[in-house]
T-cell receptor, first 116, second 114 residues
Framework: AQSVAQPEDQVNVAEGNPLTVKCTYS??????LFWYVQYPNRGLQFLLK??????LVKGSYGFEAEFNKSQTSFHLKKPSALVSDSALYFC??????????????FGAGTRLAVHP | GAVVSQHPSRVICKSGTSVKIECRSLDFQATTMFWYRQFPKKSLMLMAT?????????EQGVEKDKFLINHASLTLSTLTVTSAHPEDSSFYIC??????????FGPGTRLTVL
């Protein structure tokens, strides 16, 4: 069965420090991987995705993520955190070539708190 | 990117009444839309897949008579919570994939049932 794991409920980082939000997945075949961010009482905003190619993917707001096939991970990173990055982050996976519009499977979410 | 809207953004209703939530794709057509439910500090739970011109596909454990979905046009899907009860209080989010299969999410609807 397909699944996504975000092992940390919350990540605390000081402003200006690098941040990492972890994600591991379990899916057959080569997955499409996504990161979304959610601010309070808002919908999800797309940050970045990996489909194929370079393992390091750059996305919105200075975020990037590294796809590691051997470790089945897709950790989200940013070199220097901002207080405004504080939000709820979701990792998601979609299995390719299944026909039609495929469902996204979401991780449980990780709350990022960036302290001044 | 593409824009998906939801209306209303917030609704408070009495127990036993029905509430309709609209999801619109504003600048693209969507033959499929997805409806999610999000509990406080929890992940998104896919409720159903809305299909334009045909019946919705519900996920296991979701009552189709409770959560009525209608996808009457290529830009509009509606979710009606029938005979709402306090346990139906939640944050409901829709999403729509574009022709390139990239999903865009609506801003969500906060439902509070008194």
């Amino acid at each position: 069965a397909q699944s996504v794991a975000q092992p940390e409920d919350q990540v605390n980082v000081a402003e200006g420090n690098p941040l990492t939000v972890k994600c591991t997945y379990s899916v057959s075949g080569n997955p499409y991987l996504f990161w979304y961010v959610q601010y309070p009482n808002r919908g999800l905003q797309f940050l970045l995705k990996y489909i194929t190619g370079d393992n390091l993917v750059k996305g919105s707001y200075g975020f990037e993520a590294e796809f590691n096939k051997s470790q089945t991970s897709f950790h989200l990173k940013k070199p220097s955190a901002l207080v405004s990055d504080s939000a709820l982050y979701f990792c998601a996976v979609r299995r390719p070539f299944s026909g039609g519009y495929n469902k996204l499977i979401f991780g449980a979410g990780t709350r990022l708190a960036v302290h001044p | 990117g593409a824009v998906v809207s939801q209306h209303p953004s917030r609704v408070i209703c009495k127990s036993g009444t029905s509430v309709k939530i609209e999801c619109r794709s504003l600048d693209f057509q969507a033959t499929t839309m997805f409806w999610y439910r999000q509990f406080p500090k929890k992940s998104l739970m896919l409720m159903a897949t809305s299909n334009e011109g045909s019946k919705a596909t519900y996920e296991q454990g979701v009552e189709k008579d409770k959560f009525l979905i209608n996808h009457a046009s290529l830009t509009l899907s509606t979710l009606t919570v029938t005979s709402a009860h306090p346990e139906d209080s939640s944050f409901y989010i829709c999403s729509a994939p574009t022709s390139t299969n990239e999903q865009f999410f609506g801003p969500g609807t906060r439902l509070t049932v008194l």
